[in-house]
C-alpha cells in the first residue's frame, strides 16, 4: 500500500465520517484488512516464488491479478486474454502454466465461478504475495503474464472471428430460463438489456477510491424512456440493468422491467442476461462486457471518448455524445475533436477547462438511434450514407487504438456532424 492509496484512504474514511456512511466505512475496513493479510503471507509467498525459479528449466509459471473489482474490466480483459493466447500472442515457447488471483471485492460471482472453469484462480491471499514478491527478484519478467495488448479493447479484431470461452451449463440454462420466467419475460420472447450509468455502484462498492473524476460519464435513465417504448411496440421486452442505481425507470408498461431497482437481480441473472439478449444499449460502462464476450451486438449510447470508441465488432454501433463549445455556441465536430485531443479526456474538470459542456443524447436521438440497431441486426437497413461510415474509418486509420474499424456510428451522428 503506498503512501497515495493511503492518503487517498484517509480522505475518503473522513469523508464517511462526515456524512455517517457506515457501509462504506465497513468495506473500507474490510479492505485494508484484506490487504494486511496478503503481506502477512509474505513468507510462503516467498518460498512459492524460489519454487517457481526452481522448476523453470521444465515449465514457466507465470502469474497476474484479475481485475475482478470492476466488472468491465473482468469480463474483458480475461476473455481478451484467452483470445490472444489462442491467436499466439504472449504465449511462451515452452510449456507454462499461468495462475490468477482475484482482487477483493469480486464484482460477480457467477462470473468469477465460470472462469474458473476455463483458467487458473489460485486463492489470493496466498498469491498475492508470491506475485508481489516475484516481481522484485531477478528474472520477474518471465513470471508476469503479459498484458493483453490493449487492455479490454481488442484491436486485433479477435471476437468477431471467434466462439466465447465461456458457456452455462445445462443446469445454468435451465436456472436461466426460469430466471426469465420468474422477471416477467415469457418463455421464447426476444429481450433487450438496458444500461445507463449512474455514480451509485462504484461509491457504494468501492468507497476507498473517488469516483467524481469521471462523473461525466453518467447519464440520464429518463431519457430512455421513449427508446424502450418503442423497443417494445417492436413486440420486445426492454430489461433495465444495473447493480445499484440512483433513480428507479418506473413506467406503466408491463414489457419494461425494472430488473435493476425491483429486488430480482442477481449476479447470475446478470450474466445470463448479458449471454442471451438480442442486443444491449448501454452508456459504455461495466455491464455492456458481458454482452460482448458472449458476442453479443452493443449500442453504446452517450458515449464521450470519441477517439476510443468501440469499434471492434461488426454488429455494434456508437452514438456520441455532444460535446457544445460554450465560447462559440456550438457542437464539436467529429474531426476537430479527434485532431484537438478532446476525443480521449478523462476528467471531468479538463473539460471544464476547455470550455466544454457534455450534453447527453436526447429522447428522440436515443429512439432513432435503437430503431436503426434493430433493423441493422435484422438486415433490414437501408444505409444510403455508407460512404459517411468509410470517410469515418479514414479519420481513425493511424490509430493505435483500434485495428479494422468493424463497427459502425449512428447514422445521423455523422448526417448532423457532416465529419469534416
Avoid at 491467436?87 to 495462475?99: F, L, M, Q, S, V
Avoid at 452455462?168 to 430466471?179: I, Q, S, V
Avoid at 493505435?400 to 465529419?419: A, F, N, P, Q, Y
Wanted: with cysteine; net charge positive; hydrophobic share 40%.
Amino acid at each position: 500500500m503506498n503512501i497515495y492509496s493511503t492518503i487517498r484512504g484517509v480522505r475518503q474514511i473522513k469523508l464517511n465520517l462526515k456524512s455517517l456512511n457506515y457501509q462504506s466505512l465497513f468495506l473500507i475496513l474490510l479492505k485494508s484488512l484484506d490487504k494486511v493479510s496478503k503481506y502477512a503471507l509474505s513468507p510462503l509467498g516467498l518460498v512459492i516464488a524460489l519454487i517457481i525459479r526452481v522448476i523453470q528449466p521444465w515449465i514457466v509459471v507465470r502469474m497476474d491479478i484479475l481485475v475482478s473489482d470492476r466488472l468491465g474490466h473482468f469480463a474483458a480483459n480475461t476473455e481478451l486474454y484467452l483470445c490472444e493466447m489462442d491467436a499466439g500472442y504472449n504465449t511462451p515457447k515452452g510449456k507454462y502454466y499461468d495462475i490468477w488471483y482475484h482482487n477483493w471485492p469480486v464484482s460477480n460471482k457467477q462470473l468469477s465461478k465460470m472462469w474458473g472453469r476455463v483458467i487458473n484462480i489460485w486463492p489470493g491471499l496466498i498469491m498475492f504475495s508470491a506475485d508481489h514478491i516475484s516481481r522484485k527478484l531477478p528474472g520477474s519478467i518471465n513470471h508476469i503474464i503479459p498484458p493483453n495488448k490493449s487492455l479490454d479493447r481488442d484491436v486485433y479484431n479477435l471476437l468477431d472471428d471467434s466462439e466465447p470461452h465461456l458457456n452455462f451449463t445445462e443446469g445454468e440454462n435451465k436456472l436461466g430460463r426460469d430466471g426469465l420466467i420468474k422477471i416477467g419475460i415469457p418463455k421464447g420472447r426476444e429481450f433487450i438489456c438496458l444500461n445507463v450509468r449512474d455514480s451509485s455502484y462504484l461509491d457504494h462498492t468501492l468507497p476507498w477510491k473517488q469516483w467524481d473524476y469521471h462523473d461525466y460519464r453518467d447519464s440520464n435513465i429518463k431519457n430512455y424512456m421513449e427508446a424502450a417504448n418503442v423497443l417494445t411496440e417492436k413486440g420486445y421486452y426492454v430489461v433495465r440493468m444495473g447493480a445499484l442505481v440512483r433513480d428507479r425507470f418506473e413506467t406503466e408498461n408491463p414489457m419494461i422491467i425494472d430488473y435493476a431497482a425491483n429486488g430480482m437481480r442477481t449476479d447470475f441473472m446478470d450474466v445470463y442476461l448479458g449471454a442471451k439478449c438480442k442486443f444491449c444499449i448501454s452508456t459504455s460502462t461495466g455491464f455492456d462486457a458481458i454482452p460482448v464476450i458472449f458476442r453479443r451486438p452493443v449500442l453504446y449510447t452517450d458515449f464521450t471518448h470519441i477517439e476510443i470508441f468501440n469499434s471492434f465488432v461488426k454488429k455494434s454501433m456508437t452514438l456520441f455524445k455532444h460535446h457544445y463549445l460554450i465560447s462559440e455556441g456550438r457542437d464539436m465536430k467529429i474531426s476537430e475533436m479527434l485532431k484537438s485531443g478532446v476525443g480521449r479526456i478523462y476528467y471531468t474538470s479538463d473539460y471544464k477547462l476547455r470550455g466544454i459542456k457534455l450534453v447527453n443524447n436526447s429522447p428522440k436521438e436515443l429512439k432513432e438511434a435503437v430503431l436503426e440497431m434493430d433493423d441493422r441486426i435484422s438486415g433490414k437497413f437501408d444505409d444510403s450514407y455508407e460512404h459517411l461510415q468509410e470517410k469515418l474509418k479514414n479519420m481513425y486509420a493511424n490509430s493505435d487504438l483500434h485495428g479494422e474499424i468493424r463497427s459502425r456510428v449512428v447514422t445521423k451522428c455523422l448526417v448532423e456532424d457532416s465529419l469534416l
